[in-house]
C-alpha cells in the first residue's frame, strides 16, 4: 500500500464510519459519518471527480497484477450531507442486488439508499434534484459537487424502531447487516441483548429475539443465506441464529474469561471463514464455522486496541483461501493479511456449540455450508507470515503442531496520523478506505 498512490478526502469533521457504494455505476462513492459528543453529527457522501470513472464505470480502476491502470480516481468531493443528531454506530449502503432497475440516474426513479444505525435504524435515500435551486434537504451549496444537470442530496426515507418511548430513552442500536440475498431484510442488534429483523418496504419489525445474555455488539449475515446470522456481544459469545429455527441458537466459540467480543465478518469468497476481535484487544481471530470451539488463526501485529477489519478481494482462480484482510486500530495502523490461499484443514467440529437455552447440541448445523478446504501443501502463506512456521509445515488441524491457532503476520501496513477508527473495501474488493481524525484514506491492495 504505496503512500504514492494514497488517496485523501478531508471532511473537516472527526469521522468514524465508512462504507463504498455497491453500486457498478458509481464504484468509489462513498457513505462517511462523524463522531460528535454534541447531538450535531453527519452522514456525507462523497465521490471522486474523475469524468473518465464517472462515465466509463464498468472499466477496472486496478488490477490483482499489482499494476494500477492510467485512469483511478483522482480526488473526492462532497456531494451531499444530512443531520444525524446522534453519532451513528455503523453505515452501509444497500447490497448490489437490490440496484437493478432503479435508473435514478437516467429516469428519475429512486436513488441508492443509505442505513445507519445508533438511536435508532435509519434508512436515507441519496437522490439527484433535476430542478434543483441550490436549496433543499442535504445540499451543500457552493462546498457540495453540482452539475448543470442538477445536484444531489440525502433525504430520510425512514426511522426504524420498536419503542414508543421517547427518543432519547431508545436502547442504542449497536450495528446492522443488510442481507444481500434479500435486500429487504436488514437484522439490527441492542445493548438491550436483542437482535431484531426489519422489512425495510413497511417499516416493520418482523421478529425480535433475545440473542446474548449481555449487550450485542456486532452481527453478519452468512453471504449467501437469507436466513442464518451470526452476533457477537459482551458475554464473549459468537452465535448464529437461523430464522427457521428460532427456538434456539447455536454457540461457535467463547472467548476466554468471558473478553466481550467487539465486531464480527464474513469473507466474502468462503462463506464458512469469519474473523473477528474482542473488545480493547490488539489481535484478530479467524475461525471456520464449520468446526467451531477454537480459531484457526489469529493476525497478529497491532500494538494497540483494534477498531475495525473487513474482508477484501478474495483471490486468484479456485483458490479456497477466504482472502485479503485489512484491520485498524488505535495504534494508527491498517494491517493487511494475505488469506488468499487455504489454511490447512480444520480440528473435527467440537461438541461444544450449545443453544441460548443451555440444551446441549452436540451437531453443529453448519458443517456443511461448502466444501472441505484443501490444504496446499506446495505455498506458504507469504514469505515471513507465519511466526514459527509456514501453513504447509502446519498440522492439518488447523492449528500449529503445538495445537495452538497459527499465528499470521501482515503483508502490507500503512501508517496513519491519528488513530484510525474504522474501515471499508469497496465492492471489488481492491481498494480498502479507511477514517482517521477527519480524513478519508483510499488505498489499492
Not at 485523501?8 to 465508512?18: A, C, E, M, R, T
Not at 457513505?31 to 466509463?56: C, G
Not at 504447509?392 to 496520523?417: D, Y
Request: hydrophobic residues 30%.
Amino acid at each position: 500500500m504505496g503512500s504514492q498512490r494514497l488517496l485523501q478526502y478531508d471532511s473537516g469533521y472527526p469521522l468514524f464510519g465508512v462504507s463504498f457504494s455497491n453500486s457498478p455505476s458509481h464504484p468509489f462513492r462513498i457513505a462517511l459519518t462523524t463522531i460528535n459528543s454534541s447531538q450535531n453529527n453527519k452522514l456525507i457522501v462523497v465521490d471522486h471527480e474523475d469524468p473518465y470513472s464517472r462515465h466509463n464505470s464498468h472499466q477496472p480502476h486496478h488490477n490483482h497484477h499489482g499494476h494500477s491502470h492510467s485512469q483511478h480516481p483522482a480526488g473526492f468531493q462532497q456531494l451531499a450531507s444530512t443531520s444525524l443528531g446522534f453519532p451513528a454506530t455503523k453505515v452501509g449502503w444497500e447490497p448490489r442486488e437490490s440496484l437493478g432497475g432503479i435508473g435514478y440516474e437516467d429516469n428519475g426513479g429512486r436513488g441508492e439508499l443509505i442505513a445507519t444505525s445508533g438511536d435508532a435504524l435509519r434508512i436515507f435515500e441519496v437522490t439527484k434534484e433535476w430542478n434543483s435551486d441550490g436549496i433543499g434537504s442535504g445540499y451543500i451549496g457552493k462546498n457540495g459537487w453540482s452539475d448543470a444537470e442538477g445536484s444531489w442530496s440525502v433525504k430520510s426515507r425512514s426511522m426504524l424502531t420498536n419503542s414508543k418511548t421517547p427518543h432519547a430513552s431508545l436502547p442504542p442500536v449497536t450495528s446492522f447487516s443488510w442481507n444481500p440475498k434479500a435486500p429487504e431484510s436488514i437484522v439490527t442488534c441492542s445493548i438491550d441483548t436483542t437482535a431484531t429483523l426489519w422489512d425495510i418496504n413497511t417499516s416493520q419489525a418482523l421478529t425480535q429475539l433475545i440473542a446474548h445474555d449481555r449487550a450485542v455488539y456486532d452481527l453478519s449475515w452468512l453471504p449467501d443465506s437469507s436466513d442464518i446470522f451470526v452476533s457477537v456481544g459482551a458475554d464473549g459469545s459468537l452465535r448464529a441464529f437461523d430464522l427457521r429455527q428460532l427456538e434456539h441458537s447455536t454457540i461457535l466459540y467463547e472467548s476466554s474469561k468471558d473478553t466481550p467480543l467487539a465486531r464480527i465478518a464474513f469473507s466474502k469468497k468462503e462463506q464458512h471463514m469469519m474473523a473477528c476481535f474482542g473488545l480493547d484487544d490488539n489481535k484478530v481471530l479467524v475461525l471456520d464455522m464449520r468446526s467451531p470451539g477454537q480459531p484457526v488463526a489469529e493476525l497478529v501485529g497491532h500494538t494497540a486496541p483494534l477498531g475495525g477489519l473487513a474482508w477484501g478481494a478474495p483471490g486468484r482462480g479456485d483458490s479456497t483461501g477466504g482472502g485479503w484482510i485489512a484491520s485498524c486500530g488505535d495504534d494508527s495502523q491498517l494491517l493487511l493479511y494475505d488469506l488468499t490461499q487455504p489454511l490447512p484443514e480444520s480440528r473435527p467440529s467440537s461438541t461444544k456449540p450449545s443453544n441460548q437455552n443451555s440444551r446441549t447440541n452436540s451437531s453443529n448445523p453448519y458443517g456443511t455450508l461448502s466444501p472441505p478446504i484443501t490444504p496446499n501443501s506446495s505455498r506458504p502463506l507469504s514469505t515471513g507470515n507465519s511466526r514459527s512456521r509456514s501453513r504447509a509445515e502446519s498440522s492439518t488441524t488447523g492449528t500449529s503442531t503445538s495445537g495452538e491457532p497459527l499465528e499470521i503476520l501482515p503483508v502490507k501496513a500503512w501508517n496513519a496520523n491519528n488513530e484510525i477508527n474504522n474501515l471499508a473495501f469497496n465492492d471489488k474488493g481492491d481498494w480498502v478506505g479507511c477514517v482517521s481524525g477527519t480524513k478519508l484514506n483510499i488505498l489499492p491492495l
